[in-house]
C-alpha cells in the first residue's frame, strides 16, 4: 500500500511570493489533514477534511492560507503571499473516516514540505 | 490550555533502559495516541488507547491512561538506539478537536 505523497519536499522561496503544497492520501482514506509543525515543536493542525468538507478550519489563517480537496481526493495546500514566519514543515495526514467500523483514528503522516521563507 | 503537554521535554538513557514519557491534557478525550517521529521525517503511530481502556502493550510499548487525572505515559522498555526521536501525545477530544502536544525528545545511547 503506498503511503501519504507529498510534494515538493523542499521550497525556498522569498517573502510575499506564493507557494503551494500537494498532498495525496491513501487510497481509500476519506479524511485528510494538513499540519503545519515548527521546529521543537508538535503538529498544529491547519485544517481538516472529511470527503471534500472542511470539518474543521479553525486554526487556518484565512488571510492568507487556503486549501482545496475537489474531488475528495487529493489536496492542496496554498500560501498567498508568504511570511517568513511561515517557514516550518507542512505536513499532511490522512485516515478512515470517523464513524467507519474499521476506523482506528490512526492518522498516516506524509514525509512534509520544509518551506523556507526567506 | 487544552493541549496535550508531555514531560519531560527531553530525556537521555542507556540503551537496554527503560524510557517513561507522560502526557497531561485539560479537556475530556475519545482517545489518545501517542506517535514517533524520526529527525527530518514525517510521523509514525505507534498506539491508541480509548477513554475507557487503561492500559495497552504493543511490543515493548505500554501505554496507560488514567481519564480522572487527565494523564497518559507511554513506557519503552529495553530502549535500543533506534528508538532515538522524539515522541508525541495526540488527543482526538470529545468534540472532534484533533491536539498534539510538543513532545519529548528521547536519546538512546549506545
Known amino acids: 500500500e503506498a503511503g501519504v505523497v507529498q510534494s515538493p519536499r523542499y521550497k525556498i522561496i522569498e517573502k510575499k511570493q506564493p507557494v503551494a503544497f500537494w498532498c495525496n492520501p491513501i487510497?481509500?482514506?476519506?479524511?485528510l489533514y494538513w499540519y503545519r509543525q515548527n521546529l521543537g515543536q508538535g503538529p498544529e493542525l491547519l485544517i481538516r477534511y472529511e470527503n471534500e468538507e472542511a470539518v474543521d478550519d479553525s486554526q487556518l489563517p484565512k488571510d492568507r492560507f487556503s486549501a482545496e480537496r475537489l474531488k475528495g481526493v487529493d489536496s492542496t495546500l496554498k500560501i498567498q503571499p508568504a511570511e517568513l514566519g511561515d517557514s516550518a514543515v507542512y505536513l499532511c495526514?490522512?485516515?478512515?473516516?470517523?464513524?467507519?467500523?474499521?476506523?482506528?483514528?490512526?492518522?498516516?503522516f506524509g514525509p512534509g514540505t520544509r518551506l523556507t521563507v526567506l | 490550555s487544552q493541549q496535550g503537554e508531555e514531560d519531560p521535554q527531553a530525556l537521555s538513557i542507556q540503551e537496554g533502559e527503560n524510557a517513561t514519557m507522560n502526557c497531561s491534557y485539560k479537556t475530556s478525550i475519545n482517545n489518545l495516541q501517542w506517535y514517533r517521529q524520526n529527525s527530518g521525517r514525517g510521523l509514525v503511530h505507534l498506539i491508541l488507547i480509548r477513554s475507557n481502556e487503561r492500559e495497552k502493550h504493543s511490543g515493548r510499548l505500554r501505554v496507560t491512561l488514567d481519564t480522572s487525572k487527565k494523564s497518559s505515559s507511554l513506557l519503552i522498555t529495553a530502549s535500543r538506539a533506534a528508538d532515538t526521536a522524539s515522541y508525541f501525545c495526540a488527543l482526538r477530544t470529545s468534540y472532534d478537536k484533533v491536539i498534539f502536544g510538543p513532545g519529548t525528545s528521547l536519546s538512546v545511547i549506545p
Open positions: 495526514a490522512s485516515s478512515r473516516l470517523a464513524g467507519d467500523p474499521t476506523s482506528t483514528d490512526t492518522q498516516y
Open positions: 487510497s481509500g482514506h476519506n479524511t
